[in-house]
């Protein structure tokens, strides 16, 4: 079974972390000697603390740098209207 020392840091994947979980994006930002830092992309975004040992139920996918380019895009034009200067 995977574990979160399986995915790499600056990587975006989905994943299941538990059988029948819904699917997560998921971006490792930082790895200690026993830990992982997961930066989890959903409506709004969290950073939780992760075992290296730790399962994952299911990696699905890494994305590719084309599908991280689109998916960021996807936010940027949202960003943008946000902090629109008059």
């Not at 026993?34 to 990696?59: A, Q, R």
């Amino acid at each position: 079974m995977p574990v979160f020392n399986d995915l790499s840091i600056e990587k975006k994947y989905l994943i299941n972390e538990y059988d029948g979980d819904n699917v997560l994006l998921v971006e490792p930002i930082m790895k200690t000697e026993s830990c992982v830092l997961i930066l989890i992309h959903e409506d709004v975004e969290s950073i939780v603390w992760k075992k290296l040992s730790d399962n994952i139920f299911e990696i699905i996918e890494e994305l590719s740098e084309e599908k991280v380019e689109e998916y960021d895009l996807l936010f940027e034009e949202d960003e943008d209207d946000d902090f629109e200067i008059e």
